[in-house]
């Protein structure tokens, strides 16, 4: 491990720093002002595919590309400030779509789950042995993957100031009935709790959605959690490699799907293009008029392209303004 040793430095440094890697700023003032609101290093990891690279040949033989420090020639601070809007509008628009997401959730699974029990949440045995068998690591037991999802859903409750949740605080001392504890669950809860569901009751919610099945209903909800974080927390998502990649169909399966099956890159499997697909075809499920496709189509048809940057470093394809996804 390297300790730390590079000085602290003031924005006209760091204005410096990136002139002397070759970025052209223009007026050094508006640079440092552009600093001074977003930060050196998110600012950077905009400028990253702008960065210089080489072929290099690693230790196993094989060829691999490295990134350099210093910017490819052209490059100009105007188009990291023209990303990061284009970004933000993006964000927005995710987090727009998934919350209608994450309300349409709450309503068939705390449907599902009240037919076979009231407080069916609480009962281990509707859910999947690997959902409620505790760890089995005698170094370190753990709880079960319910008992801590219990914990953080009554800490959701307590946290919740909504005048239901009140009600069922101060008459049923806080046992909320699952169809109206699932409507204060956000997406990494409903996620948790559906990766838990027995086959059967999870499939029917997957039905719900058009989804062909419980594990792709779980990969998708998984994903779009990890994507929504991402947006929340105001990250960078454009060109992000998802963590959590969502489950693409067979082919046939969804068939406005299919064309995320026509490439194996690691671009186009990891790439914020597939969660963006995943949301578009759920939403017209959820809301028959739904204009959010239109909208982020608009939004990706101005995406500000270089020659070093293509609409492709989401994970679209090329032709991907005509597929049926994206006709309104």
Do not use: C
């Amino acid at each position: 491990m390297v300790e730390y040793s590079k000085p602290w430095l003031p924005v006209e440094g760091q204005v410096d720093r990136l002139v002397e890697h070759g970025l052209d700023v223009g007026d050094r003032e508006h640079a440092a002002r552009v600093l001074e609101a977003i930060g050196y290093y998110r600012l950077t990891g905009y400028l990253y595919p702008f960065r210089e690279s080489e072929e290099h040949v690693d230790d196993d033989g094989r060829t691999r590309i490295r990134v350099l420090g210093d910017f490819r020639p052209g490059t100009r601070l105007a188009h990291a400030e023209e990303i990061i809007d284009f970004d933000r509008e993006l964000r927005m628009l995710v987090l727009d779509g998934l919350e209608r997401v994450e309300v349409a959730v709450r309503m068939p699974m705390g449907y599902v789950l009240g037919r076979s029990a009231v407080f069916a949440y609480e009962d281990p045995s509707l859910f999947m042995t690997a959902f409620t068998a505790d760890g089995t690591d005698v170094r370190d037991p753990k709880p079960s993957k319910h008992v801590q999802w219990l914990q953080r859903v009554r800490d959701r409750q307590a946290g919740s100031d909504e005048q239901f949740v009140e009600h069922f605080r101060t008459k049923y001392d806080d046992r909320m009935p699952v169809w109206a504890l699932t409507e204060i669950l956000e997406l990494g809860h409903l996620s948790v709790l559906y990766r838990g569901m027995n086959q059967k009751d999870a499939e029917e919610v997957a039905r719900a959605f058009g989804v062909p099945g419980k594990r792709m209903m779980a990969s998708w909800l998984a994903s779009l959690n990890y994507v929504r974080n991402v947006s929340a927390h105001h990250a960078r998502l454009f060109n992000r490699k998802l963590q959590n990649a969502p489950s693409r169909p067979k082919i046939g399966q969804i068939p406005v799907l299919d064309h995320l099956r026509d490439s194996e890159s690691a671009k186009q499997v990891y790439g914020t293009y597939n969660a963006l697909a995943v949301i578009a075809y759920l939403l017209p499920s959820i809301e028959a008029r739904s204009t959010w496709s239109a909208q982020l189509a608009s939004l990706l048809r101005r995406f500000p392209a270089t020659e070093a940057l293509t609409i492709q470093s989401l994970g679209a394809p090329e032709d991907w303004a005509s597929l049926a996804l994206w006709q309104s």
